[in-house]
């Protein structure tokens, strides 16, 4: 994604967007990027997985082009993470330090609510702890999309079968979310915001919601 100019205050926002695949993510980051710009908050939008060697990895494992453990699987995401905060060409610590507003798709609840479906929640939170040491999100913004929505609207183009085996993942998904939130309630700042409506509503839910929290 790209970067546009640098906010002139200390230090810099760091907002994470989570929600299961076809949530509306991409969506909502886009016109709060839009929305924060009109304002004179500029921001660096950026995604989990990366697009780092890592990340490249982790793409060609979730195309099926390598075959790995689970833990492995998870374990990459954590290293993948690490390089995405603190790596020196475009390392989100390096941004929020220079005062740079940071927006993901996606971050460590990502790895709790994912990972947890195959293996214990306390080994992934346990895992990704020096990433949560390292930097935690001002807000993180949950959209609660129902799973029947969301597959519907990533269904172009995919066989039935492929489509029913994700939308019972993503069931199962969703219940670990909203595990893991309740988990880390106390540590962690979550606003949730039901996905289930227009793009419009949204996005203006979610700023009501999140200008108070932000710098
Ligand atoms: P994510 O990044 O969470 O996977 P996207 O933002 O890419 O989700 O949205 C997935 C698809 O759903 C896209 O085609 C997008 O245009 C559409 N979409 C996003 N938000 C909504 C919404 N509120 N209502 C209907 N369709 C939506
Ligand atoms: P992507 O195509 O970016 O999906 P989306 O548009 O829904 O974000 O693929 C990311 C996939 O990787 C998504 O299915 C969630 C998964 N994922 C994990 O399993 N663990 C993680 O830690 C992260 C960040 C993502």
Redesign the pocket.
């Known amino acids: 994604m790209n970067e546009t100019k640098k906010k002139n205050v200390s230090k810099g926002n760091f907002i994470a967007?989570e929600?299961?695949?076809?949530?509306?993510?991409?969506?909502?980051?886009?016109m709060l990027d839009a929305k924060m710009k009109k304002q004179g908050i500029y921001c660096y939008t950026t995604m989990e997985p990366t697009d780092s060697p890592i990340g490249s990895l982790i793409h060609q494992i979730m195309m099926g082009r390598i075959k790995t453990d689970n833990k492995v699987i998870a374990a990459l995401f954590v290293a993948d993470r690490l390089d995405h905060l603190l790596n020196d060409v475009n390392g989100i610590v390096n941004k929020i330090n220079e005062g740079t507003t940071v927006i993901t798709?996606r971050y460590y609840f990502s790895s709790y609510a994912y990972h947890s479906v195959d293996m214990p929640m306390d080994w992934v939170i346990r895992a990704n702890e020096q990433s949560s040491n390292i930097l935690r999100p001002t807000v993180t913004v949950f959209?609660d999309?129902n799973p029947d929505?969301?597959i519907e609207?990533?269904a172009k183009n995919r066989f039935h079968k492929e489509l029913f085996e994700k939308k019972s993942r993503l069931i199962k998904v969703r219940e670990k979310y909203l595990e893991a939130f309740d988990k880390l309630e106390g540590e962690e700042c979550i606003i949730k915001v039901d996905?289930?409506?227009?793009?419009q509503?949204?996005a203006e839910d979610i700023w009501q919601k999140i200008k108070d929290f932000l710098n």
């Open positions: 967007f929600g299961i695949d076809g949530s509306g993510k991409s969506t909502q980051i886009r798709d959209i999309t929505a969301a609207r990533i996905g289930n409506r227009s793009e509503e949204i």
